[in-house]
């Protein structure tokens, strides 16, 4: 028999070992907030393309900002954030948007839903949209009523990694080396109803199959879930993204984005195949219904970014965002050069070293973020760069310059 260890005993004991685990837990974190990497306090007198520290008055350019095509601190976009407070006289209005809805946010879906080719579900963000959405679909609530088993793939961003336990309560839960088409296969092939969860563009760079999808797709019935955060609006006649403007909207189809980063304003959406889709999970999708969604200012700065999208304006920034993109494969080549999508990352291969670059560029005037475990791989630690529309080839090849001379000393 284990005799038990008195409170005060075992109390500061576990203290100690849980202080002991958080001081090993992020020292690649600690490195990057000790070289003044994390938490930077800024002004933004020229928005993404020169920063401030206010303290110290040093500028930099962010070199990792998601706002792809500059439409962030786009002067139609910003009015039209306030045209709405103004009109609405509220900033939201802070009840279940299942009972009560703004006709500015339901404008917004009617838009967007029209701009997009979809039916258009609005939520505070991804995160909350996929922590409503997927545990119905493993539930099957979104097709025939039996649970589907749930394939992830094993570089899908972290807000759907974080659902998987709640999907677990209903279904099996798997998960499968990136772009793993041959093992996908073998699992359609084993059960009946199966949901494949990933991204459209990765975070990290990269992009999903996705002619081998729609082929499983069509063969197996496989129910695709997909983030498409990054390529929207920077993709697409209309600025529908890598993946809807290669796939046609179905009933097993569901495709979320952020519109916090191409689109310039914030929140989220999910793009659903039908209108019924729509009713069930607005009534029973938790937090995409709850009494926080997106704040009025936003759903006008939507508007407004929507009204861009349908005007030449949009096909002059996506041009300007692909030469910027080719350019930075000309002068600085990575594994990921000519896939047409803005995420570059630079391997150094310890996060030492990719704290050490980040640090050293920063110096220099360029933000640009170390990442390393778990972000990526051990042993593929480096710096993620995102291209912009609003960078200017000069401050592309000046970056791309100092990159080259730090790594000589990394």
Not at 58 to 81: D, K
Not at 249 to 278: P, W
Request: glycine fraction near 10%; aromatic fraction near 8%.
């Amino acid at each position: 028999m284990t005799q038990s260890l008195p409170l005060d005993v075992t109390g500061p004991r576990r203290h100690r070992n849980n202080s002991t685990m958080l001081e090993l837990a992020d020292p690649a974190w600690r490195a990057a907030s000790d070289a003044g990497l994390i938490g930077v306090h800024v002004d933004t007198p020229d928005a993404n393309n020169r920063l401030v520290v206010r303290e110290t008055g040093h500028e930099f350019v962010n070199m990792c900002s998601v706002g792809y095509l500059g439409l962030n601190h786009h002067p139609a976009i910003i009015q039209g954030a306030i045209d709405a407070l103004q009109e609405a006289q509220a900033t939201w209005l802070v009840v279940s948007t299942t009972r009560i809805r703004h006709n500015l946010l339901v404008q917004m879906e009617e838009e967007l839903g029209e701009l997009f080719g979809a039916h258009i579900l609005p939520g505070t963000s991804c995160t909350a949209l996929t922590a409503g959405i997927l545990p119905l679909i493993a539930s099957g609530h979104l097709t025939d009523g039996e649970p589907l088993v749930m394939v992830f793939d094993r570089f899908c961003h972290f807000c759907m990694s974080y659902v998987k336990p709640v999907c677990a309560e209903e279904t099996l839960v798997l998960t499968c080396d990136h772009n793993d088409l041959e093992y996908l296969e073998e699992i359609c092939r084993k059960y009946p109803r199966v949901a494949y969860v990933a991204d459209g563009a990765y975070s990290m760079g990269g992009a999903a199959a996705l002619a081998g999808l729609k082929d499983l797709q069509e063969r197996y019935g496989l129910f695709l879930y997909i983030d498409d955060s990054h390529s929207l609006s920077i993709m697409g006649e209309h600025g529908e993204g890598f993946v809807r403007s290669q796939l046609e909207m179905n009933d097993r189809t569901v495709i979320v984005a952020s519109l916090g980063k191409g689109f310039g304003t914030g929140g989220g959406i999910a793009m659903l195949g039908n209108r019924a889709m729509f009713e069930f999970l607005h009534r029973h999708a938790g937090p995409v219904g709850w009494s926080q969604n997106m704040s009025l200012p936003l759903v006008g700065a939507s508007l407004a970014s929507a009204a861009l999208h349908r005007t030449p304006e949009l096909a002059e920034l996506q041009r300007r965002l692909q030469e910027n993109i080719d350019h930075f494969d000309e002068v600085f080549p990575t594994p990921f050069a000519g896939n047409g999508l803005p995420v570059r990352r630079i391997t150094v291969g310890e996060a030492d070293d990719a704290v050490r670059l980040s640090a050293e560029l920063f110096e220099r005037g360029f933000y640009s973020s170390a990442v390393f475990f778990p972000i990526v791989p051990r042993g593929q630690a480096g710096l993620r760069i995102m291209l912009r529309a609003d960078l200017t080839t000069e401050k592309i090849d000046e970056f791309a310059a100092h990159v080259k001379n730090v790594l000589t000393t990394v």
